[in-house]
């Protein structure tokens, strides 16, 4: 699977505003947000049904 320049930038606008992406591994998807926006990555933990702590 490649990713095309178009889907990059998509995903990089997508991030700088707070929101999150999907990343395919190997095995599974991940969840990306911006490790610096603090409201990005409570979000995750909300998507996820996990406590923030």
Known sequence: ???ET???EK???VL???GLV???TETVYGLGADAEDPA???RIFQV???PPS
């Open 6 to 8: 178009s889907d990059i």
């Open 22 to 24: 999907a990343l395919p």
């Open 16 to 18: 700088r505003g707070g």
């Open 11 to 13: 995903a990089a606008g």
């Open 1 to 3: 699977m490649t990713a």
């Open 48 to 50: 996820k049904g996990r």
């Open 40 to 42: 990005a990555v409570a």
